[in-house]
């Protein structure tokens, strides 16, 4: 190591040390209040644990504390330099998020971090002893498929202890954590299950139980009987889409004796991705290399995968850093933020992965082997089932998915243009649907079966009516939203794709005011909203109502501006201009 960087380190561990003083000091300040003071003490307690620990901090302290951006700083650019230890990337991790969560730029910090460490290359480091050092993540989501935030060095928990799951605090060093394997761990063997169709290759070894092959498919992967797998106890599309959907890499198969692994990691196509399971283990994909505190590759069972693994995350599986299934054993619990929160139609279903599991059977299951459905449908985008989850998701309270990655409403509107979809064609998708959410083990209960099924029958007779040739469907309508509590409402308050031209004969004139001319809502502004335009807005507000017009006149002329209101269709630049105008003039009754 260059004198150069001892003394980067130093003057790091020393501007640590000061750092965790000042914030101990300001902590005891007469002037912080109880809520400030247990956070300074928090974040006193993770330099302590999580930085000033793994730089083994000692000698002098400093008289000045730099900020803990500044230390975040020099510590990424430490760590991005060959060959930096493992303390140093678990103390950059914690100042890296300690520094994020009181950034005044935030977004400008974190852009100044990843181009310290930019030219790492994304993978995971097990600290021995320690916490799993995740560079350069992509994603990383929680069990329902939400993004969880990253920065370009973290810290993720393996001992269970960490109060801030799934981020490491350090509690690793106070409990003892031990990453060693156990000698009483299932063995490392390969076994293989000849089949008609496919031959079946397990290594129980490395299975972490989480029951995708056994519960989705019993009568060939019988966890109660010998032999485990009955490679003839399915459909040959069923075996393969279980063997593809394990997690820990376990399974594999065979056809005609040729090994399909490259398929069964997906051909390497799978960005890099983290899932936190729920009480479970990390599970990762992408093949994100895997690394011991020597840089060399983490030794792998024989046939495991080098794209998929799960990894423990409850600190007491037998065979570390994989996960054994111990956290079912010890009932490892993540923590609940809010016991007493309602949770949304999204996160009772389990969110985005029990949905595309779902919409995955619908489209390579049902749909496939349906003689009506199959012409209509059997050319969707390789990506639809994610699509359609999406979509389902925001509906049912989900992040915006949908919106924001795929266009909103005008795109599944032009999912069904021209269509013509008849009520067989309803009828029947509705039924493939329910059973693929039953095959799927989503919810069974009668409440969400209820609201469920509402949405797809209120959703589904939509698709018909606006995919005739002679429909005329509204192209900005806000994005569904269904709760617990949900009714579409009546159904006058829907713009119909089949309404008559008819219905716009009544609607009074517009009536431009002249240059300098005082702008009145009763005169000029409620004529620019025909009774389509009310109804389709109904559920949020009253566009022929002055109090209600004035309180969200700010968001109308956005839309208005943007042409996303009214829903079918943009308003002519001097309508715009009136209702500005009306804005600007005081929102004359």
């Not at 400030?36 to 400093?62: C, I, M, N």
């Not at 329902?144 to 690793?172: E, F, N, V, W």
């Not at 459909?235 to 376990?250: H, K, N």
Request: with cysteine.
């Amino acid at each position: 190591m260059s004198a150069d960087r001892d003394d980067q380190l130093a003057a790091l561990r020393a501007g640590a040390r000061a750092a965790h003083e000042e914030l101990l000091a300001r902590a005891a300040s007469a002037d912080a209040d109880d809520d400030e003071r247990e956070r300074l003490r928090g974040t006193a307690a993770r330099l302590a644990d999580s930085v000033l620990r793994p730089l083994r901090a000692d000698g002098d302290g400093s008289s000045h504390a730099p900020c803990l951006e500044t230390l975040a700083a020099v510590a990424t650019a430490l760590r991005a330099e060959p060959a930096a230890s493992l303390g140093l990337i678990e103390a950059t991790a914690a100042l890296q998020d300690l520094a994020l969560a009181d950034a005044a730029d935030a977004d400008g910090l974190l852009t100044r971090l990843r181009e310290l460490q930019s030219e790492l290359e994304p993978g995971i480091d097990v600290a021995p002893d320690g916490p799993y050092l995740v560079t350069n993540p992509e994603t990383l989501t929680d069990w329902l498929g939400r993004d969880l935030p990253t920065r370009p060095q973290m810290a993720l928990c393996r001992c269970g202890a960490s109060a801030i799951k799934p981020y490491c605090d350090g509690s690793h060093a106070r409990v003892g954590f031990s990453g060693e394997k156990s000698p009483d761990r299932v063995p490392d063997r390969r076994d293989t299950y000849p089949g008609l169709q496919v031959t079946i290759h397990d290594n129980r070894g490395i299975c972490q139980h989480s029951g995708f092959c056994s519960d989705r498919l019993a009568a060939a992967f019988r966890p109660d009987k010998e032999p485990f797998v009955a490679a003839s106890g399915g459909r040959m599309d069923e075996l393969i889409r279980a063997v593809r959907d394990c997690p820990s890499g376990a399974l594999c198969y065979s056809v005609d004796d040729v090994e399909a692994r490259d398929a069964v990691d997906r051909h390497g196509c799978r960005e890099p991705a983290i899932e936190v399971s729920k009480d479970g283990p990390y599970r990762i994909i992408g093949g994100l290399p895997l690394r011991e505190a020597d840089g060399g590759p983490v030794p792998r069972a024989e046939g495991s995968s080098l794209e998929h693994y799960a990894l423990c995350r409850c600190g007491q599986s037998q065979n570390k850093p994989f996960c054994s299934g111990m956290h079912w054993y010890v009932e490892f619990r993540d923590p609940v933020p809010d016991p007493d929160a309602q949770p949304t139609i999204f996160e009772w279903c389990g969110g985005f992965p029990a949905l595309t599991r779902m919409l995955r059977l619908f489209y390579e299951k049902h749909i496939p082997e349906d003689p009506l459905l199959a012409p209509l449908f059997g050319a969707m985008a390789t990506d639809h089932p994610q699509r359609v989850a999406a979509w389902l998701g925001e509906v049912f309270g989900g992040p915006k998915n949908y919106s924001e990655r795929y266009g909103g409403y005008p795109r599944m509107l032009s999912q069904h243009i021209g269509k013509r979809i008849t009520e067989e064609h309803r009828t029947r998708w509705v039924a493939l649907l329910l059973e693929s959410a039953r095959e799927a083990g989503l919810p069974n209960d009668a409440e969400f079966r209820s609201v469920f099924q509402s949405y797809v029958e209120w959703g589904t007779r939509l698709a018909v009516e606006n995919s005739q040739i002679e429909s005329k469907p509204p192209q900005h309508m806000p994005m569904p939203r269904w709760d617990w509590d949900t009714a579409a409402g009546p159904p006058w308050s829907r713009v119909s794709a089949l309404a008559h031209d008819a219905e716009e004969e009544a609607e009074p004139e517009v009536v431009v005011p002249g240059p300098g001319e005082p702008v009145a809502y009763e005169q000029h502004v409620k004529p620019l909203f025909r009774r389509r335009d009310r109804q389709s807005m109904q559920f949020a507000f009253d566009l022929w109502s002055h109090d209600e017009v004035t309180t969200h006149a700010d968001a109308i002329l956005e839309r208005v501006r943007a042409g996303t209101m009214p829903c079918d269709g943009a308003w002519p630049a001097e309508w715009v201009e009136v209702f500005e105008r009306w804005v600007e003039g005081g929102k004359l009754p």
